[in-house]
């Protein structure tokens, strides 16, 4: 890996780590010393990169830094792509314009070289779902309330026809191949609970808000729905 791709590098990891990096954890991830990652680490300070912190307590980059456009590698295009063809395919209508968006921007800004393998569609994702399906009109109100934190009222058809009033605390949705699951907690039922978003036929958010536990509560949520 040459210098500058290096340091660039470094630079991506501390903006994607909350937490203090030692010159070991990136070392490591880089294939490089630690002596080799305290003089890049010098280096980009002097380059005025608001990086903090120091030897054997861990670095980390301060807010507010932006890096100038990058470029990409195959890799990196082929993720990027796929990434917004699974929202093409199984993304709400807003999803959908800013995924479309997203290819537009990378496609201006890369050669043209680069441009042609982001179109060869050797990454094809199956089973799209269409956007006219009644719940797909939920979805981007219901991706402001998780963002929001913001509870929802629904009217929710279970497998066996019974329609129930519930308030819940979105957390995230869960994207599959085949359907698109509501992770929450209950109210009703005071518990974590899935719900299918076909199955979902009244949405509306309520003024109350209720705390994640910065995240806490997903990670409760996944860890229970994976022991079933």
Same mark, same amino acid.
């Given at each position: 890996m040459r210098r500058a791709d290096r340091l660039l590098q470094i630079i991506q990891v501390l903006r994607r780590r909350k937490a203090p990096t030692t010159a070991r954890m990136l070392a490591d991830e880089l294939e490089v010393t630690p002596r080799t990652i305290y003089r890049d680490i010098v280096t980009l300070q &002097? *380059? #005025?990169?608001? @990086? $903090?912190? $120091? *030897?054997?307590l861990g670095y980390i980059l301060r807010d507010g830094y932006d890096l100038p456009p990058l470029m990409f590698s195959a890799d990196e295009i082929e993720a990027v792509v796929l990434? !917004?063809? !699974? %929202? +093409? *395919? #199984?993304? /709400?209508? /807003?999803l959908v314009r800013s995924a *479309?968006?997203? +290819?537009?921007? @990378? $496609?201006? %800004?890369? =050669? /043209?070289n680069v441009s042609d393998q982001m179109w060869k569609g050797a990454l094809l994702v =199956?089973? &799209?779902?269409?956007n006219e399906m009644p719940f797909a009109r939920h979805l981007p109100m219901i991706r402001l309330a998780v963002r929001q934190n913001r509870k929802l009222m629904i009217l929710y058809t279970s497998l066996a026809d019974e329609e129930t009033a519930r308030t819940i605390w979105p957390l995230g949705l869960y994207i599959f191949s085949h359907v698109t699951l509501l992770c929450s907690w209950c109210e009703l039922r005071e518990g974590y609970r899935a719900f299918r978003a076909e199955r979902i036929t009244l949405c509306e958010p309520l003024a109350d808000r209720f705390n994640p536990k910065n995240g806490a509560m997903m990670t409760a949520f996944l860890k229970q729905f994976a022991q079933r």
């Open positions: &002097s *380059a #005025r990169v608001p @990086i $903090e912190g $120091e *030897a054997g990434g !917004m063809q !699974m %929202v +093409l *395919a #199984r993304g /709400d209508a /807003d *479309a968006n997203v +290819l537009a921007k @990378i $496609e201006t %800004v890369v =050669p /043209d =199956p089973h &799209s779902v269409q």
